[in-house]
């Protein structure tokens, strides 16, 4: 064998180093974004999910007004932080409706009272249909809808103080 | 004395669950009562990449949407509804990553190359050795 040949496995070795310390300083992005931005929401009606406010239906997010849709849970940590961003948002105009993933009517009510209630609707998502037809894969997440009905954006984890000129913007922008 | 009591404290130490409290949907670990649907409900879960354990499959995830997702894949197969057709819808809300079986998307090309590729490499090692021995 020759000399160069030797070196191949010495190569391979400082290859596979390279590339684990790589991953390990950059891990990869593990958020799976929804497709079916850029497409009409898909159809699902979702019955209350507290007492006093109505529930969520594909029609109600096509009024001629761009909307936030929150999809969240009273048992979601991240939520909360998000809370006071929603209620930033609402403050400023935008129209804000929620999907509660696997909440109870009690639980929820409980969450609301305490970190504030920016919402205009909210569906009870009992079995994460409405989530997963919406191609969410997790809590917090905020889908930007435009009048017509079309989702815009998918905005994955929380939304925090630095999202909000941006959110206003698209919201600007797709009406 | 105080750190003995904090040290007691840890005995009563709860875990912190990052899950709901509703009990898991009627279909996430139950089997469908025709065998024949189970069998293929379970051979569509073992396909679906769980979105929460990335890695799994829906079928082994514990997590609560992968418990959701296989309520929705037995209630559409007892519909009668095909496997290829829920994957399909799927496919259509995650993009292929949501599958596990690879289609016909330029990434996946390497993929179903490597055996030909390799069959083509063997069958030239193979000459040359007996094109080796025979001169010898």
Redesign the interface.
């Known amino acids: 064998m020759s000399r160069k040949l030797r070196l191949i496995p010495i190569v391979l070795l400082l290859w596979l180093v390279a590339g684990l310390a790589w991953r390990l300083v950059k891990p990869a992005d ?1 958020a ?5 931005v850029a497409r009409p929401v898909p159809a699902f009606a979702l019955a209350p999910a507290i007492r006093g406010k109505p529930g969520l239906a594909a029609a109600d997010l096509a009024t001629g007004q761009p909307r936030l849709l929150n999809v969240f ?1 009273s ?3 991240p939520c909360i932080g998000e809370a006071p961003v929603l209620a930033e948002l609402k403050r400023r105009g935008a129209k804000i409706d929620g999907i509660a ?4 009517p009690d ?1 929820l009510a409980a969450f609301l009272a305490r970190n504030g209630d920016p919402y205009e609707r909210i569906g009870a998502d ?4 409405a ?5 969410s ?2 809590v917090p997440e905020t889908f930007l809808i435009d009048g017509k009905g079309v989702i815009r954006r998918q905005y994955i984890g929380a939304l925090t103080a630095s999202n909000i000129p941006g959110v206003l913007h698209e919201l600007e922008k797709a009406r | 004395m105080k750190r003995l009591i904090i040290l007691a404290a840890l005995v009563a130490a709860q875990p912190t ?6 009990p898991p ?1 009627y279909w996430a670990n139950r089997q469908l009562p025709d065998a024949k649907a189970e069998a293929k409900a379970q051979a569509l879960m073992e396909e679906l990449r769980c ?2 354990c ?1 890695g799994q499959s829906i079928a082994d995830s514990d997590a ?2 992968a418990g ?2 296989r ?2 894949v037995r209630r559409r197969i007892a519909a009668g509804e095909k496997p290829s057709a829920i994957r399909a819808w ?6 292929t ?2 599958s596990y079986k690879p289609g016909d998307e330029p990434a996946a090309w390497p993929l179903w190359l490597a055996p030909l590729a390799l069959l083509l490499a063997g069958a030239w090692l193979i000459r040359k050795r007996i094109g080796l021995r025979l001169k010898r």
């Open positions: 593990t799976v974004p929804s497709q079916m849970g048992w979601c940590v993933v696997r909440d109870t639980a009992r079995q994460s249909e989530q997963i037809a919406f191609g894969s997790g | 669950l990052a899950d709901s409290n509703l949907a979105l929460v990335q609560e949407l959701d997702m309520d929705l799927l496919i259509e809300r995650y993009g990553w949501i």
